[in-house]
C-alpha cells in the first residue's frame, strides 16, 4: 500500500477527520477527537503509527521485527511504527489501521 491508499481506507471508516495538528509532514486521522493513525508524508519509506493492544502490539513485533516496531515519539506500549516494505499485505495493513481506529472509537 502506498500514501494515498492509506488515506483513502482510513477515510473510509466511519466519522474519520483528517488534519496537520504537527505541522504540515504527518498527517493525522482521528475519531472522536482522538488519534488513531498518523502518517508522515515526508519519509523516504511509507510508514505510520498505529494504537494496538500492549499485548499484541508485542507479539507484532516480534513476528515482524524489521516491520512493526515500537511507536516512533509515542508510548511505545500502546503504539506501534509500521513500516510499509511489502513485507506485510494490504489485508494485514488495513487490519492494524482498523484495531487502531476500533481502540480510540
Known amino acids: 500500500m502506498n500514501i494515498e491508499e492509506i488515506r483513502d481506507y ?5 466519522d474519520v477527520t483528517e488534519g496537520f495538528p504537527f505541522g504540515e509532514t504527518v498527517l493525522v486521522f482521528k475519531i472522536k477527537s ?5 502518517l508522515p508524508l515526508d519519509e523516504m519509506v511509507t510508514q505510520f503509527n498505529v494504537k494496538c493492544n500492549p499485548e499484541k502490539a508485542i507479539e507484532l513485533r516480534e513476528e515482524y521485527p524489521e516491520t512493526v516496531l515500537p511507536g516512533y515519539h509515542m508510548n511505545k506500549k ?9 513485507r506485510l499485505s ?5 487490519e492494524m489501521i482498523k484495531e487502531s481506529y476500533g481502540l480510540v472509537g
Do not use: E
Open 90 to 94: 494490504s489485508k494485514q495493513i488495513k
Open 78 to 86: 500502546h503504539w506501534n511504527t509500521v513500516i510499509v516494505d511489502g
Open 10 to 14: 482510513a477515510l473510509s471508516l466511519a
Open 34 to 38: 482522538k488519534m488513531f493513525l498518523l
